[in-house]
């Protein structure tokens, strides 16, 4: 049996937040792949598909539930 104190619920949160940086990202590759209409493309020298779109959306709604700011542009397309 898991037991959690009260305190401890920040900590938690914290460290299932998702960085600033990998928000910026996945934010950036949507933007990109929605512009492309969801096909294929490259990022950084990455290949990117509906795959890894799933991975970064995940990424952006983490950020969002969690209070990290998103970058504008991605709040408007995708939370509006």
Request: hydrophobic share 40%; proline share 5%; no cysteine.
């Amino acid at each position: 049996m898991w037991s959690i104190y009260p305190t401890q619920i920040q900590a938690i949160l914290d460290a299932m937040a998702p960085d600033y940086s990998e928000v910026q990202t996945a934010a950036e590759i949507l933007i990109q792949a929605q512009n492309a209409e969801w096909g294929p493309i490259q990022y950084a020298g990455d290949l990117h598909d509906r795959a890894t779109y799933r991975y970064f959306w995940e990424i952006l709604q983490k950020a969002k539930l969690t209070g990290i700011s998103i970058p504008e542009e991605a709040n408007k397309r995708f939370f509006s």
